[in-house]
């Protein structure tokens, strides 16, 4: 069966395993998957993430992040939908719980975040917000 939404997939997989103090997760590999991973594990909300097996059946594992046993991420919102993409040029990104959270960006140059984006100048698509 296939996914209609991988991204929101990602995002329900860890909020999951954070409602039930998991310390890992795993979730099927994709380059774009991987890129979110990646931010977020460079703004310091998860600890690590590694990419395991063969090609058709790769899998990110993600290690959760967790301070005074409660985890770092507080939420995970899915912002541009397959039904509703929303964009944002470099001078119209939003900003999350006035600049504690982030939001994750697809753009031209690659996945990174709208504060990175605004300085380099680029827009693109917001996938998501964590805070």
Do not use: W
């Not at 994709?30 to 703004?43: F, T």
């Amino acid at each position: 069966m296939s996914m209609s939404d991988p991204i929101a997939d990602l995002l329900t997989r860890i909020r999951n395993a954070h409602s039930v103090d998991k310390k890992e997760v795993s979730i099927p590999a994709s380059n774009l998957k991987s890129a979110i991973v990646s931010v977020m594990q460079q703004e310091g909300y998860i600890d690590s993430f590694s990419i395991d097996g063969e090609a058709a059946s790769k899998a990110i594992t993600i290690k959760l992040k967790y301070y005074d046993d409660k985890p770092v991420i507080e939420s995970l919102k899915r912002i541009s939908k397959p039904s509703l993409r929303v964009y944002a040029s470099s001078t119209e990104m939003p900003s999350v719980m006035n600049g504690l959270g982030i939001v994750i960006v697809s753009t031209p140059k690659g996945v990174m975040t709208g504060n990175a984006a605004a300085a380099q100048n680029v827009g693109g698509e917001i996938l998501c917000s964590v805070c």
